[in-house]
């Protein structure tokens, strides 16, 4: 909100006022602090409302057939990445076959710098297919929406590890380095998400102003950068998800062991039975209390060795 502070303290006092043709007074001391509070106290309320300024650039209030439209269009268009990613990586070992196959030494490393130049360029391909969910169904309408639901889906993915509704306990496991790493990628993001709505909401500012202005090159100029700045910290926000992804798929590898043993289970020896028992794990706090699935996580269960035996209750009579 320091943007739009800016914007009432030192660009519209130069200009026409919204309402008429009389200028604007310079703004004093006292009317700055009140802007700035302002700003602050706004900034916090944004910061309450994060879940819903989320949503809007994930694309949950688009109407329905322009969801189902751009959902099938990033459909079609991680096709054509994985297509790409494939085709650079049977190019990269076929380089690399080539190149251990010829005696001629120079042709030898030719071969060999070839195949790290099509390596670099499988990495980039295949970065931006890590941007998008392994489950087609979990596809959303816009980059931002694939980016953060490709975080969210890893644990489940992998492990059957319900990650949204695990996460409290995830963290209070973690080391604290991870916790610290995931802090730091996520106010990243977050930093990001917020310069995409105050740069908007200036540039918005900017275009009602130049409504009521016949002349406004200045605040022209100001809208464009806004905008600009806008648009780049949209993009900026989605490369920035990838290193919050990397912390939170870190976060979930290790704190699955210890939150086991904090929820009073054992990590299974095979990788089937303990996706078997993460889903079990993730049942019983999303949904009410069954017996059955309760009976199929008690096989889980560490073995309690009891300190302390109790008495038994005497019969009366």
Same mark, same amino acid.
């Given at each position: 909100? =320091? ?11 130069? &200009?026409? %006022? ?11 001391? &006292?009317? +700055?602090?009140? $802007? ?14 994060? =879940?819903?300024?989320?949503?809007? $650039? ?12 751009? =959902? !099938? ?20 070992? #076929? ?6 196959? =010829? ?20 990495? $980039? ?7 998008? @969910?392994? *489950?087609?169904?979990?596809l959303g309408p ?10 969210? *889906? ?8 319900? %990650?949204?509704? /695990?996460? %409290?306990?995830?963290? %209070? ?27 908007? *909401? /200036?540039?918005v500012l900017c275009?009602? *102003? ?11 100029? +100001? ?23 990397? #912390? ?10 210890? !939150?086991?043993?904090?929820?009073? !289970? ?19 706090? +999303? ?13 889980y269960s560490l ?7 109790? @008495? ?6």
């Amino acid at each position: 909100m =320091t943007a739009i502070a800016s914007f009432v303290v030192v660009i519209l006092p130069a &200009q026409e %006022s919204l309402l008429g043709s009389q200028k604007i007074p310079p703004v004093d001391l &006292q009317t +700055t602090v009140w $802007l700035i509070v302002a700003s602050l106290v706004l900034a916090l309320v944004l910061n309450g409302l994060s =879940t819903i300024l989320f949503r809007v $650039l994930e694309g949950y209030y688009l109407p329905g057939f322009i969801r189902r439209r751009r =959902t !099938l269009r990033h459909f079609k268009k991680l096709e054509l990445y994985k297509l790409e990613a494939r085709r650079l990586r049977k190019r990269y070992n #076929a380089l690399l076959k080539s190149s251990d196959a =010829t005696s001629s030494q120079s042709q030898s490393v030719a071969l060999a710098s070839d195949a790290y130049g099509v390596g670099i360029s499988y990495g $980039l391909a295949w970065e931006k297919v890590a941007r998008y @969910p392994v *489950t087609p169904l979990q596809l959303g309408p816009t980059k931002f929406a694939n980016a953060m639901r490709s975080l969210e *889906t890893y644990g489940y993915q992998r492990y059957q590890l319900d %990650s949204q509704a /695990l996460w %409290s306990e995830l963290l %209070s496991v973690a080391p604290e380095s991870l916790r610290h790493d995931e802090a730091n990628t996520n106010a990243v993001v977050n930093f990001f998400v917020s310069l995409v709505y105050l740069s908007l *909401t /200036l540039a918005v500012l900017c275009a009602a *102003t130049v409504i009521r202005e016949d002349e406004g090159i200045a605040i022209w100029a +100001t809208g464009g950068m806004a905008l600009g700045v806008c648009i780049v910290s949209y993009h900026l926000s989605i490369v920035s998800i990838q290193a919050w992804s990397s #912390a939170v798929c870190a976060l979930v590898n290790v704190g699955r062991v210890p !939150l086991a043993a904090q929820l009073g !289970l054992k990590i299974p020896p095979t990788l089937r039975e303990e996706r078997e028992m993460w889903l079990l794990v993730g049942q019983l706090v +999303t949904y009410p209390y069954n017996e059955q699935r309760a009976r199929r996580l008690d096989r889980y269960s560490l073995e309690v060795k009891r300190t302390q035996k109790w @008495p038994r209750r005497k019969s009366e009579g």
